[in-house]
């Protein structure tokens, strides 16, 4: 499996930004999409945006289009997700992912995580 590393999470005030980074390692040839899920405290996990590796097409949840968006550099193996306008609702833990399904939107679609980074919004 690929090992996924998140970082850049932290506090913010709303309308700010921060971008998040996922260093991935190990057999990354294998995966085809990369994805962005986020979980607070007593609720389900919530896809935020997808990415394949090599066409780029970037698909996002609803709430956050016009806000976030998700690039790579295949180079470095590498995703981030730029935050902006960012919301006291958008407080949670994000978790990069690795998954073979195209525009898969769903936990099941992905099979590796990492540990997340914590992204807390203060009103």
């Known amino acids: 499996q690929v090992q996924l590393v998140e970082s850049g999470g932290g506090l913010v005030q709303a309308g700010g930004s921060l971008r998040l980074s996922c260093a991935a390692s190990?057999?990354?040839?294998?995966?085809?999409?990369m994805g962005w899920f986020r979980q607070a405290p007593g609720k389900e996990r919530e896809f935020v945006a997808g990415i394949s590796w090599s066409g780029g097409n970037a698909y996002y949840a609803d709430s956050v289009k016009g806000r976030f968006t998700i690039s790579r550099d295949n180079a470095k193996n590498t995703v981030y997700l730029q935050m902006n306008s960012l919301q006291p609702e958008d407080t949670a833990v994000y978790y990069c992912?690795?998954?073979?399904?195209?525009?898969?939107?769903?936990?099941?679609?992905?099979?590796?995580w990492g540990q997340g980074t914590q992204v807390t919004v203060s009103s």
């Open positions: 190990g057999r990354t040839f294998s995966y085809y999409t």
């Open positions: 992912a690795a998954g073979i399904n195209p525009y898969g939107r769903g936990s099941a679609d992905f099979a590796s």
